[in-house]
């Protein structure tokens, strides 16, 4: 049994089994438990699941979910099945995101919406919802007051998720920090939240979760700001660059470039932004450089990861442990949109 401390923390970690790392192991039980739960062949959805996940991507939501359920000392068969959850809503956010964008290509692979066409898509996103609260409520255990607490808290990432996209279609473009970082707490921050939520409630660690909302609500906005320099620059994996200019998507970058202008340049702006889409734009990337936007936005990203490391810095040690390699590779992605911005670079 391991020892335990700081609130009930383990101590010590199995960090190795049988010469595999626990990277390449958590990977492996995600690849096997989503697979597991696949549609059969004979089934309207099965050329569409397998599609899907012929490329399962980085899992990183499920291994953030399995490695704090070990620093949480949480039962392995409830955290897998807790990680298996918040891996299909993510999955079943991103099917809905593309049909709603539109967009034929994500990570340079055709997108469900492509390939399949929207009926298909919609019914399939349906479907991941459906198996994440299937195996949410398998992850529930003997202790239903912190098990339904947890649930509820998955059902609530999926409302703020479709809050959070239509935003993007009410008309109403978004303009302002303050506008643009509550899109951002609605769509990109719950499902950053609910791997690290979802098993300190399960467990009863609810000590932690003021910190660690705070933590990455920072460090979700830091890396939504990212993303969104990387589609600028058309870096991001879709189909071409500045989609989000196209659609009059919100963007961190065209928030900092209007906050640039001036008078009657701002007004203009704002007019367009607010008019139905069309495929002309008289704005661009390099006209975002020029005005500093994107070097503006870049600083308003490092804020935020300073943000998150100064919360990050009053949690426990194994549960910062059990967060680093999510908060590594996040910084890594922002790294790199910070980098790219400087340089002003675009395709």
């Given at each position: ?22 990277h ?16 059969s ?63 034929e ?44 607490a ?35 707490c609605?769509?990109?921050?719950p ?37 969104d ?48 889409t ?21 600083r308003?990203?490092q ?38 911005a ?6």
């Amino acid at each position: 049994m391991l020892g335990h401390t700081e609130q009930g923390y383990p101590t010590t970690q199995p960090l190795k089994r049988s010469g595999i790392d626990a990277h390449t192991a958590m990977q492996a039980k995600l690849q096997q438990a989503i697979t597991n739960i696949l549609p059969s062949a004979n089934t309207a959805l099965h050329e569409v699941a397998h599609f899907h996940f012929n490329e399962f991507g980085k899992l990183l939501r499920g291994q953030t979910a399995l490695a704090v359920s070990a620093a949480v000392d949480l039962d392995p068969k409830r955290a897998l099945q807790w990680a298996l959850a918040v891996e299909l809503m993510h999955n079943a956010s991103l099917v809905h995101d593309d049909i709603c964008d539109r967009d034929e290509r994500r990570r340079d692979r055709l997108t469900i919406f492509s390939a399949f066409g929207t009926p298909l898509a919609i019914c399939f996103g349906d479907w991941l919802v459906a198996q994440s609260f299937e195996a949410a409520l398998a992850a529930v255990g003997d202790n239903s007051a912190h098990g339904v607490a947890a649930v509820a808290g998955l059902a609530k990432v999926m409302g703020r998720l479709s809050v959070g996209q239509a935003d993007e279609f009410t008309g109403v473009p978004v303009l302002t920090w303050p506008a643009y970082e509550q899109v951002v707490c609605r769509k990109t921050v719950p499902l950053i939240l609910a791997p690290i939520e979802g098993p300190l409630q399960l467990a009863g660690h609810v000590s932690d979760l003021l910190t660690v909302r705070r933590a990455i609500r920072a460090l979700g906005i830091a890396y939504q700001m990212a993303n969104d320099i990387l589609d600028v620059l058309g870096q991001d994996g879709s189909a071409g660059a500045f989609g989000d200019l196209h659609r009059r998507a919100p963007n961190a970058v065209l928030v900092s470039f209007r906050n640039q202008l001036v008078n009657g340049s701002r007004s203009a702006f704002d007019a367009w932004m607010a008019a139905p889409t069309t495929d002309e734009t008289p704005y661009g990337a390099e006209q975002m450089i020029a005005t500093g936007a994107l070097a503006h936005c870049a600083r308003r990203l490092q804020d935020q990861i300073d943000t998150c490391q100064m919360h990050c810095e009053d949690l426990p040690l194994a549960l910062q442990t059990a967060l680093a390699p999510l908060l590594g590779y996040l910084e890594k992605t922002t790294n790199v949109a910070r980098s790219r911005a400087a340089e002003n670079r675009w395709q």
